[in-house]
């Protein structure tokens, strides 16, 4: 069975996350009547044996790869990597060279303060996984991107990404909506770490992101609230009592 992918729809036909930036970022008129948000909404299928170009096709819901210099020159230098799960796959204190597209399984940006280690966020298929700080300044990343399942990624170089970005036109608009998503969804996970109390934290994942909840270990769930896993089990037992 085939992933069902929806890749733009206009404002107001948004869902939480771009109501979110609907209602916190775009503060003018014309731009909210005429932005466009990227949003992928994928059912499960296997994705064995898949091409690079079969991974695109899934990916923004293309019965062709558009024939144009850009996606030529994305097919011809893109990389398809698989990887078991709890490899390291972008290393910390280096700077980050690759932009992945997740096509399957689940990822996390992570760092380790002490012996503690904090999970920022995760990145679920159709997401764009990189360290941004590190990839626009050219600095070192403290973070390093890890696999939380086995996945599957379609990886670029930094220095391809930024010419789509800054100079394409189908496929750097593409890219620019998907980081306007990621700016969103960033404001809105640090909102929900210092605003929400860790019951609501929880029922927030569960609400929202349903294949973490269901997918990732309570220990790395865990790293990402703030607390360790027993507390997390903890909370879901009396959640569930109480439901």
């Known amino acids: 069975m085939h992933k069902q992918v929806n890749v ?3 404002v107001p036909n948004y869902t939480f996350i771009e109501r979110f930036f609907y209602r916190n970022l775009c503060g003018c008129e014309h731009l909210k009547s005429s932005l466009y948000l990227h949003c992928i909404t994928y059912k499960s299928f296997s994705v064995k044996n898949k091409s690079l170009e079969d991974h695109l096709r899934v990916l923004f819901n293309f019965n062709e790869i558009p024939q144009d210099e850009e996606w030529s020159s994305l097919i011809k230098n ?3 990597q698989s990887f078991k799960k709890n490899e390291v796959i972008l290393k910390s204190n280096l700077r980050h060279s ?3 597209f997740v096509a399957e399984g689940i990822l996390a940006s992570e760092f380790t303060a002490g012996e503690k280690t904090v999970i920022g966020r995760f990145f679920r298929p159709g997401n764009l996984c990189t360290n941004f700080d590190s990839l626009l300044h050219q600095t070192v990343s ?10 599957t990624v379609i990886s670029m170089t930094a220095s391809d990404f930024r010419e789509y970005y800054n100079n394409g036109i189908s496929l750097g608009k593409i890219l620019r909506n998907i980081v306007l998503e990621i700016i969103a ?3 809105l996970i640090t909102d929900v770490k210092l605003l929400y109390g860790k019951n609501e934290m929880i029922e927030f994942i569960r609400t929202h992101y349903p294949d973490i909840a269901q997918k990732v270990p309570f220990k790395y769930i865990a790293q990402f609230l703030g607390i360790t896993p027993e507390s997390y089990s903890r909370i879901l037992k ?4 109480n439901s």
């Open 98 to 100: 690759d932009v992945l």
């Open 185 to 187: 969804e960033d404001i």
């Open 8 to 10: 733009f729809f206009k």
């Open 142 to 151: 403290r973070y390093q991107i890890v696999s939380i399942t086995s996945c």
């Open 238 to 241: 009396q959640s569930h009592h």
């Open 78 to 80: 893109a990389r398809l």
